[in-house]
Nanobody, 132 residues
Framework: EVQLVESGGGLVQVGGSLRLSCAAS????????IGWFRQAPGKKREGVAD????????WYAESVKGRFTISSENAKKQVFLQMNSLKPEDTAVYYC?????????????????????????WGQGTQVTVSS
């Protein structure tokens, strides 16, 4: 059974940092893509960052580029989301999700194929609140 468990959320002031963790089990971690998503009250869920594939490709939403970093420790089956320079608009419930990614596309930007992953397994979410 695939399981994903997020941790590390909390309350932080504007400009602060948080590190989210996603602990995974029940699948071959090396074959999987893991994505971080978030959903704020009254808003649609949006993708934040993905990592996966043989070369650990990454993808970031424009809104978090330069502030967030996704990384993984394959041996520990964990994926992290380092969030710096946090803004009030980053406030949301953050979820990690897993799925098997499609092959990389030679004519697309690096990591773009991760956004096409059918993320079928989801964690329970962790709240991130950025206060101004």
């Amino acid at each position: 059974e695939v399981q994903l468990v997020e941790s590390g959320g909390g309350l932080v002031q504007v400009g602060g940092s948080l590190r989210l963790s996603c602990a995974a089990s029940g699948f071959n971690f090396a074959d999987y893509a893991i994505g971080w998503f978030r959903q704020a009250p009254g808003k649609k869920r949006e993708g934040v960052a993905d990592i996966g594939g043989e070369d650990d490709s990454t993808w970031y939403a424009e809104s978090v580029k330069g502030r967030f970093t996704i990384s993984s420790e394959n041996a520990k089956k964990q994926v992290f989301l380092q969030m710096n320079s946090l803004k009030p608009e980053d406030t949301a419930v953050y979820y990690c999700a897993g799925g098997y990614p499609p092959p990389a596309e030679s004519d697309s930007p690096p990591g773009h194929h991760l956004t096409l992953t059918p993320f079928s397994s989801w964690g329970q979410g962790t709240q991130v609140t950025v206060s101004s």
